[in-house]
């Protein structure tokens, strides 16, 4: 009998690679684990955070998405931004997203600003929009993030006006709301 060991390691790498998210419901609240591709496929409530990094010129670090991205992929959004993982709170994902993705390990006044509620332009998630500054440079892992770069605020909304379809739908949303405040 042949035992055939990459259809087994393959297996247990997509075992070990599957994301689980906490499903919520319209308050928040958690109702059940789901993996990622049924949260997406079944448009579920489910949670993220974003966080907005500033340099002390008072510029916007942006991350183009890798291509690899199952969604908006080559698209620019915010310094990052991610899903919180089943059994994690909003105030943990950000500092571990900030690190996974950037490589930003000690983010100064890392602060909750507000949070919507699940939406088409969101992805059906609740999103906890952070702040936080930091100069970089950055690690970016290129798993995740294909390039990024600072902007200055009038540069960027000019950017978002000429031409919106170069960035990701939940960052412009989120954008627009921050820049209300």
């Known amino acids: 009998m042949v035992h055939n060991y990459m259809t087994t390691s393959v297996t247990e790498l997509a075992v070990q690679k599957s994301e689980l998210f906490d499903v ?6 958690v109702l ?28 916007l670090y942006l991350q183009r998405r890798s291509l690899n991205k199952d969604s908006a992929p ?4 915010s310094s990052c931004s991610g899903h919180v993982d089943s059994g994690e709170d909003y105030d943990a994902a950000a500092p571990r997203e ?13 602060e909750r600003i507000f949070k919507v509620s699940p939406c088409k332009q969101t992805g059906q998630e609740f999103v906890w929009v ?13 798993e995740e993030v294909s390039d990024g770069k600072w902007i200055d605020l009038d540069e960027l909304n000019a950017w978002i006006e000429k031409r919106p379809r170069d960035f990701a739908w939940s960052f412009t949303y989120l954008w627009e709301k921050y820049a209300a405040l």
Not at 24 to 29: G, H, I, K, R, S
Not at 130 to 142: H, K, N, Q, V, W
């Open 32 to 59: 059940r684990t789901a993996e990622r591709a049924v949260v997406h496929r079944e448009q579920l409530m489910h949670r993220a955070v974003h966080v907005f990094v500033f340099n002390t010129a008072g510029q």
């Open 24 to 29: 919520v419901d319209a308050e928040d609240t």
């Open 74 to 77: 080559g698209k620019w959004v």
């Open 98 to 110: 900030l690190a996974e993705e950037i490589g930003l390990t000690k983010p100064n006044g890392l």
């Open 130 to 142: 952070y702040r936080c500054s930091a100069e970089g440079p950055f690690i970016l892992d290129p």
